[in-house]
């Protein structure tokens, strides 16, 4: 008998059809939005799980799947699940590295151009009818060329934002817990956050989320930031305290920033609504249809190594 499979998002049909000749697949192509209690009903009778980082997968669900043995999260990142307690009852997790990075990655950029030179708030303001003449002084922003970025976490995803710099002429600082081993070909220099900060006229978060890293921003660091610099998180809500920045944000300091994820989305601060410089957007840095696609296609790929009783391709904890 085939391996039980629940898929809890709708996914593209070619990967249903690369799992249907191993799995017995339970999905969701309708992409219905299934409580907590209809999840862990189930999951109940499955052998493997398919999740997005919206699915809590923590020890009540564990508890909930007793024949549970492979989690394939079609995400890069695994905060969202409980890596300890799936290790305790052996079962294998995997995630989706390095197919994402360069999507994400323009993404880092769309949000920083859009931030440094506003425009989200002067789009607004045109399409408000607002726009009767032309001035000098008209929504002036930040330079992105020749200045200098501060990327911080510098893996994979850090390093194509890296890359992209260059191109922009930009003095390049990153700070990361151990030297980037493509810090000289990045022509990258590593430095303290506290320094990364009060240097850096663009910040960008690419950082995964997890207890070290939670409000890793927050308020004495906003402070530490020029006036006219911008921060652009595409890593993970948390990894900003949302509050602070509004208030710091309001109070134009930093002058804009750039929001591709936030503190418990998709319900995020009504404070960074109401403000004009920041550029938001519904965490889609990986949103490109090649790119997404690949995404869930290793999460299949995965999952069907699993069912093969072959290595993972990309289990959690290394290759
Ligand atoms: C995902 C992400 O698209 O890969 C990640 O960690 O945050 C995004 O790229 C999204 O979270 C779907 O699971």
Redesign the pocket.
């Given at each position: 008998m085939k391996p039980r499979l629940l898929i809890t998002r709708q996914v593209f049909d070619e990967v249903i059809e690369h799992l249907t000749p191993h799995f017995e697949i339970q999905s969701n192509q309708a992409d219905e939005e299934w409580s907590r209690a209809e999840l862990l009903a189930r999951v109940a009778d499955k052998d493997a799980l398919f999740v997005?980082?919206s699915d809590r997968v923590d020890a009540e669900l564990l508890a909930a799947a007793p024949r549970l043995r492979i989690v394939a999260t079609?995400?890069?990142?695994f905060n969202h699940i409980d890596l300890a307690a799936c290790a305790a009852r052996g079962i294998v997790v995997s995630n989706?590295p390095d197919v994402?990075n360069e999507a994400?990655a323009d993404m880092a950029w769309a949000l920083l151009m859009a931030a440094a030179r506003r425009v989200c708030e002067s789009e607004h303001w045109l399409r408000a009818g607002q726009w009767k003449r032309w001035a000098f002084d008209q929504f002036l922003g930040a330079d992105v060329w020749r200045s200098t970025i501060g990327i911080i976490g510098m893996g994979r995803i850090g390093s194509a934002v890296a890359r992209r710099a260059r191109g922009f002429d930009m003095r390049i600082l990153y700070c990361n817990r151990s030297a980037a081993p493509n810090e000289a070909e990045l022509g990258a220099q590593r430095v303290s956050l506290d320094e990364l900060l009060a240097q850096a006229d663009h910040v960008v978060l690419v950082v995964p989320y997890s207890p070290a890293t939670h409000h890793l921003i927050g308020a004495e660091q906003l402070a530490r930031m020029k006036p006219t610099a911008t921060l652009i998180n595409i890593a993970r809500g948390g990894v900003v305290d949302d509050a602070a920045l509004a208030q710091a944000l309001r109070a134009g300091r930093p002058a804009a920033a750039g929001l591709d994820v936030f503190e418990n989305e998709p319900a995020l601060n009504p404070a960074l609504l109401e403000l004009p410089n920041v550029a938001l957007t519904p965490?889609i840095?990986?949103a490109t249809r090649s790119s997404r696609v690949c995404?869930a296609m290793l999460a299949a790929e995965n999952l069907v190594a699993f069912a093969q009783g072959r290595p993972l391709p990309t289990p959690v904890g290394g290759r």
């Open positions: 997005v980082t079609g995400s890069v990142g989706t994402l994400t965490h840095g990986s995404m």
